[in-house]
């Protein structure tokens, strides 16, 4: 019943919005108070305009999202002075030629849209536009003049480079969406824009290069946007959960990033951008597997390097993902794979511990998850600091207490390191998570229970879509053509095809008569 009754309210206070301006400015001046509740921070400002000021009109906006100063200079003055002192045929009677006059002659303004309902007046208005409305017209103007204080272009702070532009999103929406066009310059980049959450109505923006993405992913994007029925979206993390398509899997399937030049390539394979306004992380579909795995940096350093990079960076997952449950499989069930002098040395290590590798293992990996997340909480000028002597301090004393060996304070150690080596912070949470379960199969089977593990999370991984895509793409299905840019990657002008299972037309990335090998120096 509660549920039905604001539902009714919401129903009501939709209908309610949506209702027509009247012809009486105060009127109107009086619904948008009594809709806002009288807020200190609406302002309201009523004067006359017109020849002997017989025509009265005032102005609405809301404080701190507005630049006062072009208020003052393009909008009071032009209507207060200029209207007296001007020959143009000023019209006496009330109506749309009014209006039109004012916008055409008098309003020194680019962007000035219509406003004929109350729904679009109070998103205009709380979005930091400035609303003109005359008496006697059932139409205003939403003028654009938005001005409020936001982050300026920074450093990304998380995905970090070492060779590669040092600019990174930021909060506001419009300020991203430009450096996206600052790297394609091309009249085929695409925007779409629309407002989600009932309450919070929220600036979303889609964008996409028409004739390289696929139109199908794109009606299908715009369909999941659509149906999406909240009350608020405060970061792009809400858009994410709600147009993914696997909810209850440790794999992300929707990529995001913080900094232009990696959307502008994910763009330019023929991918979706998805910008949410207030939050400077930008989410990219479809998403594959192997895209999780790659840095912008790889496509800046020469083919060779970045290859060698990447096959690092795939043994530092693989370290992440199976060292504590080797060790506890080894150390438990098949220590006659160790070394006997290996052997003799972990088991005087052991000797006093008196846990089994499994629980010991688990209490270190527990403590450094509690160490890693309490670093990322403090202050930064202690959480790191912190992060790093409770560790060492931990580890020692652990050691010399006797309750867990000094080997499994190595692994788990490597282990947590080898973490930090994924670009992508939401797969490397993922191999976190998977790390338990792998650790409690190598207790309990040995070996034959991490293989039992790395083959369910193979055919959990080869049944993920992103958006139609198989998630495992260009492994499953096997692409051939693809695979020059996934474990290792070939130069520049071998890439000379874009991914076939994200786009089925425009496959070609060079035009015919670009080389297809270096030239050789004479």
């Known amino acids: 019943m509660q549920r039905m ?5 919401a129903m009501t206070q939709q209908s309610n919005r949506m209702q027509l301006l009247n012809e009486s ?5 009086e619904h948008v108070k009594a809709a806002l509740g009288n807020s200190g921070d609406i302002v309201f400002r009523e004067f006359r305009i017109g020849p ?3 025509l009265k009109a005032g102005i609405c906006y809301t404080s701190g999202m507005v630049d006062t100063k072009s208020v003052n200079d393009y909008i009071m003055e032009p209507l207060l002075f200029n209207v007296q002192q001007t020959d143009v045929n000023f019209p006496i009677s009330f109506g749309d030629d009014l209006l039109h006059v004012l916008k055409d002659s008098f309003l020194s303004v680019c962007e000035i849209q219509d406003v004929a309902d109350f729904g679009f007046l109070f998103s205009s208005l709380l979005s930091g536009n400035v609303i003109l409305l005359v008496d006697g017209c059932r139409q205003g103007f939403a003028i654009a003049m938005s001005d409020w204080k936001h982050r300026s272009v920074t450093e990304p702070s998380v995905e970090s480079v070492v060779r590669g532009p040092r600019e990174s999103f930021t909060e506001n929406l419009r300020t991203n969406t430009t450096l996206i066009r600052r790297k394609i310059k091309d009249p085929r980049l695409w925007l779409e824009n629309r407002q989600i959450g009932r309450v919070t109505q929220t600036n979303v923006a889609v964008m996409y290069i028409k004739g390289i993405v696929n139109d199908k992913v794109v009606e299908e994007v715009r369909n999941r946007l659509d149906r999406i029925d909240i009350d608020g979206i405060l970061e792009s993390g809400y858009i994410e959960e709600l147009i993914q398509d696997e909810s209850f899997s440790p794999f992300p399937t929707v990529y995001n990033s913080e900094r232009p030049d990696a959307i502008a390539a994910e763009l330019l394979e023929g991918k979706i951008a998805i910008l949410v306004d207030g939050t400077p992380v930008v989410l990219i579909v479809p998403a594959l597997f192997i895209s999780f795995f790659h840095s912008s940096e790889d496509y800046y350093q020469r083919a060779d390097i970045s290859t060698l990079i990447r096959l690092l960076r795939f043994i530092g997952i693989l370290i992440a ?4 449950s080797l060790y506890i499989a080894i150390t438990t069930f098949h220590q006659e794979m160790l070394p006997t002098q290996l052997l003799v040395s972990l088991a005087s290590q052991r000797e006093g511990v008196p846990f089994p590798a499994f629980i010991e293992a688990l209490m270190m990996e527990i403590t450094f998850e509690i160490l890693r997340e309490a670093g990322i909480r403090m202050p930064r000028s202690v959480g790191q600091a912190v992060s790093i002597v409770g560790t060492l301090v931990i580890g020692t004393a652990a050691v010399e207490a006797g309750i867990v060996s000094a080997a499994m304070v190595i692994v788990v150690s490597i282990t947590a390191i080898s973490s930090f080596v994924l670009p992508s912070i939401n797969m490397s949470i993922s191999i976190r998570m998977l790390r338990f379960p792998l650790m409690a199969l190598a207790a309990s089977f040995g070996i034959f229970g991490i293989i039992i593990g790395v083959i369910a999370l193979a055919i959990h991984l080869c049944s993920l879509r992103s958006f139609g895509v198989p998630y495992m793409s260009p492994f ?11 474990i290792i990657r070939l130069p520049h002008w071998a890439l000379f095809s874009r991914p076939r299972l994200i786009n089925q037309r425009n496959i070609i990335r060079e035009h015919t008569d670009a080389p297809t090998k270096p030239h050789p120096r004479e």
Do not use: F, W, Y
């Open 25 to 29: 400015l105060e009127d109107n001046i």
């Open 321 to 324: 993902l199976l060292a504590p």
């Open 5 to 9: 009754n604001k539902r009714e309210e």
């Open 52 to 54: 002997g000021g017989h």
């Open 476 to 486: 499953a299905p096997v692409v051939a053509d693809d695979l020059k840019d996934t």
